[in-house]
């Protein structure tokens, strides 16, 4: 399974089919090659009868070309239980050669043999009867299950294969058979079946466990075979007599036609011939192993496209740009795109010129690029860059016209629908997952707010979206250049907050995953604590491990700036949470003024630090109270006001709400003088955690001294908006004389981190910039000396 169909996308919106159960898709779909499935589960491991002692899942990779697995997971879901696929997630890694097994081995029990050597351990307790299996090309546990909690479109582009079986209500097509303690679900033809159903490609039988040590059986450069549809039958079977030319035999239809009116073809399930020009060769392996045509003698109707992809390797035959072609194949709706496939005919009969069709953003209100489907296009308008996320894992980027995109929550006026008819989705022209040559970092990387003019390729479509594969590179305009140090700021006291990304000390749990990460991640935070150079500094995701995490950073940190220059409170109360906040500061700026305080308060899942300084030279004191509010994920416990509203503030703002209102009374019931209350709150600027804080009678400075477009501090789904923010009570507020947001992490890819297991290693650089994924808020206060 590559992608989801739209029709399917509507359906997994509310978590169900027309007959009620969830399946991926009733028609079979055309898996890309490169694609790992699912060969085998058992869950009767350890159970009475057993042959095994332990449950396992088998993935086996059935195409012709090495698929990395690193980053990827397997999950578990029971069959029709309530509990969400990422309870149950085993991180994967290594990469699986054409034909190649791995064995997962899961929980078990006293009964049965030992496995083979497992490639790779997990703790997931499958049912032996019915179940539901996910691979997943990501690490991070999916937060659905396909039944109770409906997977999302974006969730579902994620899940590489699928396997219900017996009474699961999630699954592509019907359910594979019940299983039981002795018998195991088999993908046949040794794991090289994947119509897409899993009732057509699964039967039960003897468990056979097989590892990477297990002799690798390819299944060949082949498409697998669609399930049978008596309703579907060919119209058109061009047939060449052997003295006829290969170019003298006509195309039986216009592309138009092919492509029809709708968002599917009419002529699905038929065998055509048509001819076009060649716009766009994706033909490598590597790549998207077919080339675009299209037709230079368009039709007249505008809700028709006139181009088509055509899914045939150069193997097959390699075609060039301009190469007038005509192709015979069969018409499919590919998960959602129109294209040919089961090609048995490229043949080259001259040469032509297309000229790109010019598009503009936004969209009109329910347009979709649907009549330019897989056309030549060019946007001549200015675009910005307003997404990274996926550039080095698949070469994706995000542009938006009229400038960047916001938070709809952030700032009034954001109207999400605009915002996702501003945006178009720029792909590399290749299905590979962490491509060895990343896309748009030469001559330097891209950061959000860049802007280009004049882009151009062919629209293609996949995993539930439209996405333009350039024919052209790219040449973006640094708009947005980087700061090497943040705005400088006013004042004789200057206060910051930082996540730090899951700072970690101990390995393999969050943070680092070796010493040489961990080093990497230690640089680029030092690099960017001394670029603050702040007088105190709050910190957030430093792991709850007494003061050793944090003494490690302050030691670092003194290492390049001066012995002593920096020094760690310690937390009285920092909650049972692998992270918790913390607090830097400089001795010789700021003394302390009474002893470090916290609350007991069970509503903080990370309870705050909270400490008064006043100047060294004397003055008016200050309070500090560093704050790291409930994240926005949502899972089985966020019920009632917790469970998303659908206001785009998702779930668990009931609960950011009640520590909103906590934080008021600790700075009322301890009586602390002029409150700085700051941090990663995981709400943005115009959510109700922060009208509760301003109700309360504390002001953004954020929103008083930061210009509007440069007010954000984390991008998600191609959004930016402000989830570190700093407010200060009302006689505090009149010693605020600037504040700034340094935008070293939110603007920067992702690929640029500490992160060694899919970062190309060229990229690293040992400074600030992708330090974090949350940019660092600065305020600078001038406080009066004397006893104040």
């Not at 399930?227 to 052997?242: C, F, G, H, I």
């Not at 150069?314 to 294209?339: H, I, Q, Y």
């Not at 692998?578 to 500061?585: E, F, G, N, Q, R």
Request: hydrophobic share 35%; with cysteine; net charge negative.
């Amino acid at each position: 399974m590559r992608a989801l169909s739209r029709a399917f996308a509507a359906l997994a919106a509310v978590g169900v089919t027309a007959a009620g159960v969830a399946t991926l898709t009733t028609t079979p779909a055309l898996a890309a090659p490169g694609s790992v499935v699912v060969s085998q589960v058992y869950g009767g491991g350890g159970n009475s009868g057993a042959p095994f002692a332990n449950d396992f899942v088998e993935l086996f990779n059935r195409s012709s070309a090495p698929v990395a697995l690193d980053g990827w997971s397997v999950q578990y879901a029971s069959a029709t239980g309530t509990g969400p696929f990422g309870s149950n997630a085993v991180a994967l890694s290594g990469t699986l050669a054409p034909g190649q097994y791995h064995l997962v081995q899961l929980a078990g029990g006293a009964n049965g043999a030992a496995l083979p050597a497992p490639d790779t351990t997990g703790t997931a307790n499958m049912s032996g009867s019915a179940g539901k299996v996910a691979l997943v090309r990501s690490a991070e546990g999916l937060a659905c299950n396909g039944g109770s909690l409906p997977c999302t479109p974006e969730q579902t582009a994620l899940i590489a294969d699928l396997v219900g079986y017996g009474t699961a209500n999630y699954s592509e097509g019907a359910a594979a058979p019940t299983l039981s303690n002795t018998t195991a679900g088999l993908r046949k033809a040794g794991g090289c079946t994947d119509t897409d159903v899993n009732g057509s490609d699964i039967e039960a039988g003897t468990p056979a466990p097989r590892n990477r040590a297990t002799a690798a059986a390819p299944c060949g450069d082949v498409e697998p075979t669609p399930t049978p549809t008596p309703t579907v039958t060919p119209t058109v079977t061009p047939t060449p007599t052997p003295t006829t030319a290969p170019c003298e035999t006509p195309a039986t239809h216009q592309i138009a036609q092919v492509q029809g009116s709708g968002d599917a073809s009419p002529l699905a399930g038929q065998t055509v011939r048509v001819e076009g020009v060649v716009t766009a060769d994706f033909q490598e392996t590597n790549q998207l192993s077919g080339f675009f045509l299209q037709d230079p003698t368009p039709d007249a109707d505008p809700a028709t496209s006139d181009g088509l992809f055509a899914f045939a390797r150069a193997s097959f035959k390699d075609v060039k740009v301009g190469d007038r072609v005509l192709v015979t194949g069969r018409v499919v709706e590919f998960n959602g795109w129109t294209e040919l496939t089961s090609v048995t005919a490229v043949d080259v009969c001259g040469t032509g010129t297309i000229a790109p069709v010019k598009q503009s953003l936004p969209r009109a209100e329910g347009k979709t690029f649907e009549p330019v489907e897989s056309m030549l296009v060019t946007f001549p308008e200015v675009l910005s860059v307003s997404d990274h996320y996926n550039l080095a894992r698949y070469g994706e980027i995000n542009l938006s016209s009229e400038g960047r995109i916001y938070q709809p929550t952030d700032r009034p006026g954001v109207d999400p629908a605009l915002n996702a008819r501003r945006t178009l989705l720029v792909d590399d022209g290749s299905g590979v997952e962490n491509p060895p040559v990343t896309p748009h970092t030469d001559p330097r990387v891209v950061r959000l707010g860049d802007t280009t003019l004049g882009v151009t390729g062919v629209m293609g479509y996949g995993f539930g979206k439209y996405r333009l594969q350039p024919t052209k590179p790219i040449s973006f305009l640094r708009t947005n250049p980087r700061l090497p140090k943040p705005f400088p700021v006013i004042g004789n006291v200057t206060v910051a907050s930082f996540n730090t990304l899951n700072w970690f000390t101990t390995l393999g749990s969050r943070g680092a995953s070796n010493a040489e990460e961990q080093q990497r991640q230690l640089t680029k935070l030092v690099a960017a604590l001394k670029g603050m150079n702040a007088d105190v500094v709050g910190l957030m995701e430093v792991q709850n491990n007494g003061q050793t995490a944090v003494q490690a950073l302050v030691d670092a940190l003194n290492a390049e700036v001066g012995a002593g220059t920096y020094a760690a409170l310690a937390h009285p109360y920092p909650g049972t949470d692998l992270i918790h906040v913390a607090m830097i500061y400089k001795p010789a700026k700021v003394q302390l003024v009474g002893a470090a305080q916290s609350s007991t308060d069970p509503v903080f899942r990370r309870p705050p630090l909270i400490q008064t300084f006043r100047r060294v030279q004397g003055g008016q004191p200050f309070t500090v109270l560093v704050n790291h509010y409930k994240s926005k994920g949502c899972d089985e416990e966020a019920t009632g006001p917790d469970a998303d509203q659908g206001d785009g503030q998702s779930c668990y703002n009931g609960e950011r709400v009640r520590q909103a209102q906590a934080t008021l009374g600790l700075i009322e019931s301890l009586d602390l003088p002029n409150p700085l209350v700051l941090g990663d709150l995981n709400a943005y600027g115009e959510e109700d955690p922060i009208d509760t804080l301003e109700a309360g009678g504390l002001t953004s400075v954020t929103k008083k001294f930061v210009p509007a477009p440069l007010r954000y501090s984390y991008l998600f789904e191609g959004q930016i908006g402000e989830l570190d923010h700093a407010l200060v009570g009302r006689q505090l507020l009149k010693r605020v004389t600037s504040a700034t947001i340094w935008h070293i992490n939110a603007d920067e890819p992702r690929a640029l981190d500490y992160n060694m297991e899919f970062n190309p290693p060229g990229l690293y650089k040992p400074d600030a910039f992708r330090s974090s994924d949350h940019d660092p808020v600065i305020v600078g206060l001038t406080i009066p000396g004397g006893r104040g």
